[in-house]
Nanobody
Framework: QVQLVESGGGLVQAGDSLGLSCVASGRTISTYATGWFRQVPGKEREFVAGIIWSGGNTYYADSVKGRFTISRDNAKNMVYLQMNNLKPEDTAVYYC??????????????????WGQGTQVTVSS
């Protein structure tokens, strides 16, 4: 079983930067796909970014491409999301996720196995 804990959320102004971190425990996630989703009340969980086990391939939602960067440190069992030039529409609860790679379809939240509790990001205009 994998436990994920996010940190780094907060309240920022439009144009600011913020970094999120996610630490995994229970087992190593070095061979797992990992990613970030976000959700606002009343809406479905939305794909933000994903990264394969080696870090060699990354995937982004069109809405964050060029502004957000996902990375991972397998030695530390951690995943990161660097968010630059934040916009009010980025306001959401951000969730870290991980899954065995053979079972995941990156943009479909129903195919991911493990989730953190989420961290709130609020961007004021």
């Amino acid at each position: 079983q994998v436990q994920l804990v996010e940190s780094g959320g907060g309240l920022v102004q439009a144009g600011d930067s913020l970094g999120l971190s996610c630490v995994a425990s229970g087992r190593t996630i070095s061979t797992y796909a990992t990613g970030w989703f976000r959700q606002v009340p009343g809406k479905e969980r939305e794909f933000v970014a994903g990264i394969i086990w080696s870090g060699g391939n990354t995937y982004y939602a069109d809405s964050v491409k060029g502004r957000f960067t996902i990375s991972r440190d397998n030695a530390k069992n951690m995943v990161y999301l660097q968010m630059n030039n934040l916009k009010p529409e980025d306001t959401a609860v951000y969730y870290c996720t991980a899954s065995e790679p053979q079972s995941v379809y990156y943009t479909d939240y129903t195919t991911w196995n493990y989730w953190g509790q989420g961290t709130q990001v609020t961007v004021s205009s």
